[in-house]
């Protein structure tokens, strides 16, 4: 992640774009040129991260690309005229809205304890033998594990 760093850190990904996280978005788009900035959750850092992303033809014809230093094959540092506001960054980042890819609005909410019910369609389906069964056999059984917890539930 990049914190607190004042020139934009751009690394390639195979899309052929490249993407500068945080304060690095923030002076780029701020300073260089205005691009669609997202904010996403990443599981892995536990935490959220400013994003903008540009193509390398876009990157290229700008008449400050010059001025980038290539680091390594797949990453540029980008120097910005002034250093970036944290004040401002701050605010920036906190206006975006939050992309949780794959997950829910509901997914805020703490998770339920499983009982003891719900543990024993786990197992059921765990011992389910996908290798060796056919597609249809595999809907009889959430088919099947469907209605039980049903009945469960309006119990």
Known sequence: MQLCKPDP???FDPIFHFRAYNEGAFGFIQYV????PLRRFVKVIAGDRGVCGVPLTTLMNLPSF???EQLDALTWRWPLVAPVDQSAYD???ES???IKSGVSATDD????PVTD???QLIDQLMQFNVTASTPVAALNLVADLQRQWLANISA
Not at 33 to 36: E, L, V
Not at 109 to 112: E, I, K, W
């Open 9 to 11: 850190i751009f690394h």
């Open 33 to 36: 040129m205005a691009c669609k």
């Open 66 to 68: 010059v001025q980038a």
């Open 91 to 93: 605010a920036w980042h």
């Open 96 to 98: 975006l809205p939050l």
């Open 109 to 112: 909410a703490p998770a339920l």
């Open 117 to 119: 019910f719900a543990q």
